[in-house]
């Protein structure tokens, strides 16, 4: 869904509406309602990309959850580095493995040997880059102990995929973007 569709015309004044029809007091309902039109919002244009994007705020989440539990410093740079791998990997993976698939076959035939290229049809989600970033400025704030790491899975999942942003940024921090995910007073949408 694109910011100046008639869908987007359609559905920001339904989310916006709805939104503010929840009583401030049901804060977990507000986020729930920014979490599930986040999702609708990116999976408009292919629901497969919205596995991505869950599964990346399930690995932040849950290591920001275990970094606050331990003490161990190589412990802590092990769930760091895996938070980095994984978000890095899959960002990796969909922006640049044609490229370098590309790049390496074009050198070799380059000095006369060439070989056979195994590309792949690959998608770029979007905003993949916005989202990873996003979720790994959260675990490296975790990490550096700048930021307590949230309980509240439903105010993270929104921290992540919050749709205003999710595809044109900019990278929020989680230090300035999360804490609006835990007052009754946000003024989000």
Known sequence: MLF???DFT???PIVFIIYWLIPEKNLKTQNLLIVISSFVFYGWWDWRFLFLIVFSILVDYSIGRRLQKEEKTSKR???LWTSIAVNIGFLGFFKYYNFFVENFVHAFSFFGHPIQSNTLNIILPVGI????FQTLSYTIDVY???LNPTKDFIAFS???SFFPQLVAGPIERATSLLPQFKKSDHLIV
């Open 144 to 146: 550096k102990k700048k």
């Open 158 to 160: 929104a921290f992540v």
């Open 4 to 6: 100046n569709s008639i």
């Open 129 to 132: 880059s916005f989202y990873t």
């Open 77 to 79: 740079k092990l769930l």
């Open 10 to 12: 359609i559905f920001l």
